[in-house]
């Protein structure tokens, strides 16, 4: 069974359609395949004009569905909740992706047990985020399959069996993307002081950091610390660099401080 054939014929409420909830909904608008309720209480022009093309209700009346996603932000979790309340009447789950939002928070102002929290990353904007999940222990096999349907839309889902992972999943892949770019921004500087014009150091940063992803991306069965060796000569250039990159105090130390910080964060953000 692929992901779409876990969407056909169901019915979904998507509460919020901000930034992630329209990632979101241009995921399922590709696969054709769900019924959509969209509740936001300003709604873009951008959604409007895709409700319309595929025949999405957008603020009108509530009713029972298959599953209802919460794509508020975490401080109109109240607000969202009860918005939601109508759609899940009947045993919808409920995919919730609020940062810092537990299982309980989101149990205790809904009508159901059934809950799914979620964290996606900002690539999903172009369907290319990933996106780790936990899902309580009221929720049915079936419930968590549509909201893996439901969430492919944007990108991969991972399962964690333990929702305190989902914190160091935001360490991770949530807030990954931006280690990325702060990766970018440190190797076009470095080039800069080294003597490249500026302009030209950002851009060789980019297009590495870029090319490299895709390459990884195309060798999905190759991990990274093979193609990493495959480019490094001995005694070579790359060689060089790694070796102060992987000095005791260098890169893992910096990432696992990095990750940990982050981690400790998102643990006392859902405090
Ligand atoms: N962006 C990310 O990378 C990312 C990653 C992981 C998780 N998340 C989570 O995703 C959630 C949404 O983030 P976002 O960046 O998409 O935020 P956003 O662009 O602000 O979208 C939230 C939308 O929900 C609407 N809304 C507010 N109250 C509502 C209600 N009672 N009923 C229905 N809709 C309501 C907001 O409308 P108004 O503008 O009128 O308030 C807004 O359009 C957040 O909880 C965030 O933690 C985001």
Do not use: H
């Amino acid at each position: 069974m692929t992901d779409a054939d876990g969407l056909r014929g169901k019915s979904v409420a998507l509460i919020g359609a901000g930034n992630m909830g329209l990632a979101l909904l241009e995921g399922w608008a590709a696969q054709d395949l769900v019924s959509v309720s969209v509740v936001e209480p300003q709604p873009s022009q951008r959604l409007q004009a895709l409700c319309a093309a595929q025949g999405y209700a957008l603020n009108g009346a509530a009713s029972p569905c298959d599953a209802v996603v919460l794509a508020v932000k975490p401080q109109a979790l109240d607000a969202g909740a009860a918005a939601a309340a109508p759609f899940v009447a009947g045993g919808a789950v409920v995919v919730s992706i609020l940062a810092g939002k537990r299982i309980a928070d989101l149990a205790a102002r809904l009508p159901t047990q059934a809950v799914v929290r979620a964290m996606p990353n900002t690539p999903a904007a172009i369907g290319r985020g990933v996106t780790g999940a936990y899902a309580s222990a009221a929720t049915s096999v079936a419930q968590r399959g549509l909201s893996d349907a439901l969430l492919s839309a944007v990108g991969g889902v991972e399962w964690v069996d333990d929702e305190a992972l989902i914190d160091v999943v935001t360490a991770v892949s949530g807030s990954g993307p931006a280690y990325v770019f702060y990766f970018a921004e440190c190797l076009a500087a470095a080039g800069a002081e080294a003597g490249l014009p500026a302009a030209l150091a950002a851009r060789l940063a980019r297009a590495t950091v870029e090319g490299a992803g895709e390459l990884m991306r195309r060798q999905p069965e190759t991990g990274p610390d093979e193609l990493r060796r495959r480019v490094t000569s001995p005694g070579g250039t790359t060689a060089a660099a790694l070796e102060v990159l992987e000095a005791p105090d260098g890169l893992a130390a910096l990432m696992r401080r990095a990750v940990a910080a982050a981690k400790r964060r998102a643990g006392e953000l859902s405090g």
